[in-house]
């Protein structure tokens, strides 16, 4: 009797001290995941970050040198305004409690942030913004006023694009867009954030009008090459790589998921200079290597909207028709007279509305399903009625206010030396320097 009330008692405590043991595992196991997640989060955010160097090369490479200072400045200053502007503004309105399917109500000026996963998502976020902001700069290079440049900036970080996102993406606390709702997908944002920056920079390009000399009396269109292509190619491998953070941080969490989202990324992109190298040969033009680091960005920005749900193969032929789809958007654009310095629009605006409709196309559970396509063509329509208009208009405030456009004077000089008293090249450009060193 004595043996079996011990023996008893024993098993209890046992019972007890697994039981305990077992809760603490858990806990800890918790504890190192959701750690594990937040520096995915991180990292994931710090490369979307490293797209910045990525866009400024590229598009600076683009351009001629003497614009050269000016591009990088650009790119430089809207990650900073634009950070701000989101983070006080745009953070709110897209992820904020959102009752009405239209934007968020709370979460304003950083005040509601608590919690550590609450900083990370912010943190990753703020990066999209700017990458949406500062695919315009490329596009409107080279006859742009600074201060207009920034204005235009902050507007789509605290605005333009965080109302849009909230369609697709709101909210993180409570409530949902009515894109959302309606099964729109859109895993990392060929519209949400490609297409939006492409219909800004279309925007933009209209109420600028094309730089000095881009086309003729009868509207041929004059090459005005860039001054460092090594620079372009260089923007375009650190674009690829930062690609990575942007499509599988879109997890949010360290899954075994971001294997298929990173292949695909890959694939794509791969597929996408592929598309634009056969294509030139076919057509017998110029093998271009601006075209072809585009079509690397087309199929960058075609795949952002599957990544995650599309098979492999399907992501090579998302790249390969987002590759054709930048020759042909760029040719659209020059038959109508409109200057993109680096091919904004077509690789951005024109390849995102093509990757949204394959993310319905390829959709991986139900494949070629008409009411998911319909309701892809939905959003991409939403974003350009909601973005370009908005976009416009406040181009036009910004160009009619404190201006956009530079002066005809300022545009030959070249806008290194108008915008901020510097060249990128002094040892080539005599002349210009010895007109500073008279003033």
């Known amino acids: 009797m004595i043996l079996r009330f011990v023996s008893n008692r024993l098993l209890g405590v046992l019972s007890l001290f697994t039981f305990s043991c077992s809760a603490l595992a858990a806990d800890a196991s918790l504890a190192t995941q959701a750690d594990v997640d937040a520096i995915w989060i991180v990292v994931a955010g710090a490369l979307v970050f490293f797209m910045q160097a990525g866009f400024a090369l590229l598009e600076s490479g683009l351009s001629r040198a003497k614009n050269s200072v000016n591009v990088i400045m650009k790119n430089y200053a809207d990650l900073c305004v634009g950070s701000i502007a989101f983070s006080l503004l745009g953070f709110g309105l897209m992820f904020g409690d959102n009752a009405t399917g239209w934007w968020g109500s709370t979460h304003f000026l950083m005040s509601d942030l608590q919690s550590a996963s609450e900083y990370s998502f912010l943190f990753f976020q703020i990066m999209f913004a700017a990458t949406a902001a500062t695919i315009a700069s490329g596009a409107m290079a080279e006859r742009t006023q600074f201060l207009g440049y920034l204005l235009g900036a902050i507007g789509i970080c605290a605005i333009i694009y965080p109302v849009y996102g909230s369609w697709v993406w709101g909210s993180f606390y409570s409530g949902s867009g009515w894109l959302a709702e309606l099964g729109f997908i859109d895993f990392a944002g060929s519209t949400v954030v490609h297409s939006v920056g492409g219909w800004c920079a279309l925007a933009a390009i209209i109420v600028l009008g094309p730089r000095l000399g881009r086309f003729g009396t009868g509207g041929n269109a004059r090459e005005i090459p860039g001054h460092n292509l090594n620079y372009m190619a260089l923007g375009g491998f650190i674009l690829w790589l930062g690609w990575f953070g942007f499509n599988a941080g879109s997890t949010v969490a360290a899954t075994a998921d971001v294997g298929l989202i990173a292949l695909n990324t890959h694939l794509s992109a791969a597929s996408g200079v592929i598309a634009v190298v056969c294509g030139s040969f076919l057509f ?156």
């Open 284 to 439: 017998g033009r110029p093998i271009l290597s601006r075209n072809a680091i585009n079509g690397g960005v087309a199929g960058l920005v075609a795949i952002t909207a599957g990544c995650a749900t599309m098979t492999p193969w399907h992501a090579v032929i998302t790249g390969l028709i987002g590759g054709l789809v930048l020759l042909a958007g760029d040719k659209l654009l020059e038959h109508f007279g409109l200057d993109d310095v680096v091919g904004a629009v077509a690789a951005h605006g024109f390849a995102g509305a093509w990757g949204t409709l394959a993310a319905g196309i390829f959709f991986v559970d139900d494949p070629y399903n008409f009411i998911i396509i319909g309701t892809q063509m939905i959003g991409v329509i939403a974003a350009f009625v909601w973005v370009f208009p908005t976009a416009l208009v406040m181009y036009l405030l910004i160009h009619y206010t404190v201006g956009l456009r530079a002066s005809t004077e300022d545009e030959r000089r070249g806008l290194d030396y108008t915008e901020h008293s510097e060249l990128g090249y002094p040892e080539f450009q005599q002349q210009t320097l010895n007109q500073m060193r008279e003033q």
